[in-house]
């Protein structure tokens, strides 16, 4: 299908410029989306001759070949005059490196400017959410968002319908960032439960890469069925425990994703998985993966926050210990299949 060329009514166009930061497959496909929506928009990226040439090719051929940049988009390298420029930002930088990403843009950032972002993970070490993150960075002066969901990024890129969910407080950037998304196939929900729709961007990765090892070892279509319904079980724990509501985890940031990464082949985390289930190590599998994994560094997190709360995470438990090295495809699932009875909702 082809992407609609021109923007809808109550189009991005009404609102002032945006920068992504982060010009890997996500952040690229979300800068051709605002851009196509009518956001004029800057790409930003850390390396200079690599902006350069997808400024000049109109693609980003390393991580979203064949989706044209649409005339609205320009890829850049100075983040100071793009961040001058701009109304918003989103930032859609491996979670890992939100932090460094916050920093830089920290002195840069006027109050009434909003900051969006689209990592899926939880910071490596301390285990914070991102919108916690934002905040220990740059304080609660900006209006902050949180987007996540079942987005591939080459299926958004050449412009097949997707939806998101939008956790965010301040109701004009709520507004504004739904106004620059929601349309032209492309549906955007708002909420306002960060810790949900946080927690389900971040574990669902993880348990991606444990179906992707249970389809590696042929297991079954009862047994992926059945993973993913536990391990959105987990999720929902997790979720309550941080004060988020259940319900957020049954929708798109949450069961929408968890389902979309743990069935599809075009998720790196399920592809991760079937990997390990070959035999192949973590450092292996990511070598030729070429992309982030975040369920790799978001594992031990996951768990050691699951831990810190008293909540049960099995499934993320064996996940973990296979990626840590400790134990085997095999052994984890020999270890999950030989659990105890239990009732199903408790
Ligand atoms: N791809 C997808 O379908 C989706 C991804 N996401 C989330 O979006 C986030 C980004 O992932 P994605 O775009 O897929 O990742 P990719 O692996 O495709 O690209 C990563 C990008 O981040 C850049 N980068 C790495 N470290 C830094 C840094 N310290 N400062 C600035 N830029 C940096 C890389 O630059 P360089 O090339 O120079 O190394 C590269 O451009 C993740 O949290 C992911 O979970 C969410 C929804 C869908
Ligand atoms: O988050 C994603 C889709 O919503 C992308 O998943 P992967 O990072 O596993 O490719």
């Not at 840069?108 to 993150?133: F, M, S, W, Y």
């Not at 549906?187 to 439960?193: C, L, N, T």
């Not at 509501?245 to 990464?261: C, F, I, N, R």
């Not at 450092?283 to 996951?302: D, F, W």
Request: charged letters at 20%.
């Amino acid at each position: 299908m082809a992407p609609p060329s021109q923007p809808t009514e109550d189009t991005a166009a009404a609102h002032g410029p945006i920068t992504v930061l982060g010009a890997g497959s996500f952040g690229t496909a979300l800068a051709v989306h605002l851009a196509r929506r009518g956001s004029d928009t800057f790409l930003w990226g850390r390396n200079a001759d690599k902006m350069a040439a997808m400024e000049a090719a109109r693609e980003n051929a390393q991580y979203l070949p064949g989706c044209h940049f649409p005339a609205r988009l320009a890829a850049v390298s100075d983040l100071a005059a793009a961040v001058r420029d701009s109304e918003d930002l989103l930032i859609s930088t491996p979670s890992y490196a939100l932090r460094e990403t916050l920093e830089s843009l920290k002195p840069l950032l006027r109050p009434d400017q909003g900051i969006a972002c689209a990592c899926k993970g939880l910071e490596p070490n301390t285990g914070r959410l991102v919108h916690e993150v934002i905040l220990d960075v740059v304080g609660a002066r900006n209006p902050i968002a949180v987007i996540s969901g079942p987005t591939f990024a080459k299926e958004l890129g050449i412009g097949l319908p997707t939806a998101v969910t939008i956790a965010a407080q301040d109701e004009g950037f709520t507004r504004r960032l739904v106004g620059r998304l929601h349309g032209d196939g492309f549906r955007a929900y708002s909420s306002e439960d960060f810790a949900g729709v946080e927690i389900g961007g971040a574990a669902k990765n993880v348990m991606a890469i444990g179906v992707g090892i249970a389809d590696g070892l042929s297991l079954g279509a009862n047994t992926r069925a059945g993973m993913i319904t536990r391990a959105l079980a987990e999720m929902m724990r997790l979720g309550k425990a941080l004060g988020g509501k259940p319900e957020t985890l049954m929708g798109l940031a949450g069961m929408g994703d968890l389902v979309l990464t743990c069935t599809d082949n075009q998720s790196r985390n399920r592809r991760m998985g079937l990997l390990l289930a070959q035999g192949k190590t973590v450092p292996e599998a990511i070598q030729e993966i070429q992309q982030v994994v975040e369920g790799v560094r978001a594992a031990p997190e996951v768990v050691r926050l699951a831990r810190r709360l008293e909540v049960e995470m099995p499934i993320t438990e064996a996940i973990n210990a296979v990626i840590q090295g400790e134990i085997t495809p095999v052994q984890a699932v020999m270890q999950l299949a030989t659990r105890p009875a239990r009732a199903e909702l408790e």
